[in-house]
């Protein structure tokens, strides 16, 4: 396992069409995190999972926002109807928590998306 | 109130130099901290954990101030490899970045 992997690095799409994004977390890590960065800016907290469930979504996920973890491996973020202000860089990263100790994060390399 | 405000810079310094930014945190209950690096257009990645009795790693040297809920980051005789920018990140079962601060170090 080489750490975590977020499948494709670069999307540039339409203004209205729909783009979904995958993270491949260590496969060890419990835990799942989605983050949104834009430029000058620090990682935007989005959503994160432990295991299969979705415990905590920001309100910057908007209602064309969705994201899945399904088995509790991999998971999916997807955007619809996508705008130009999605424009962003999507980090996903993962870690190991056990009894309440988190046994630090892991990022992937980002999927940047260019909407035009 | 932003969770983590820290301090923009942008910070130019020659090769050699001492460098110091901090950040303040708006949870007094935080316990976990750290400062990550990032490089251009790459993810972040752990420079190092903050702790309360302040810690070192090499030239650089962590401060946590829980009373003023305060942190920072002294960089010592600057490499140009140190051109980066550094956000001061606050660990509550998630991660809550400040919007960094740039450090370019000058030949």
């Known amino acids: 396992d080489t750490g975590v992997s977020q499948d494709p690095r670069h999307k540039i799409t339409k203004r209205g069409q729909n783009v979904t994004f995958r993270c491949d977390p260590i496969s060890e890590h419990n835990r799942l995190y989605w983050y949104r960065q834009t430029l000058g800016q620090g990682p935007e907290f989005l959503t994160y999972?432990?295991?299969?469930?979705?415990?905590?979504k920001s309100r910057l996920l908007s209602d064309r926002f969705s994201a899945e973890r399904p088995k509790g491996s991999f998971s999916t973020l997807e955007i619809q109807r996508t705008e130009q202000g999605d424009s962003a860089m999507y980090l996903c990263?993962?870690?190991?928590?056990?009894?309440?100790?988190?046994?630090?994060?892991?990022f992937g390399s980002g999927t940047r998306l260019t909407v035009v | 109130r932003k969770e983590v405000e820290q301090d923009p810079g942008p910070f130019n310094v020659p090769e050699g130099a001492t460098v110091a930014f901090n950040c303040t945190y708006s949870n007094s209950a935080s316990q976990s901290f750290f400062w990550y690096r990032q490089d251009c257009r790459k993810e972040p990645k752990l420079l190092m954990s903050v702790y309360s009795s302040g810690n070192e790693d090499g030239r650089f040297t962590a401060q946590l101030n829980r009373a003023s809920q305060y942190i920072s980051l002294l960089i010592r005789d600057s490499k140009l490899s140190d051109s980066a920018t550094y956000l001061c990140?606050?660990?509550?079962?998630?991660?809550?970045f400040g919007a960094g601060t740039t450090v370019t170090v000058r030949a």
């Open positions: 990140v606050v660990n509550d079962y998630k991660l809550s």
């Open positions: 999972f432990q295991n299969e469930a979705q415990l905590e």
């Open positions: 990263a993962s870690s190991l928590v056990r009894t309440g100790a988190n046994y630090g994060y892991t």
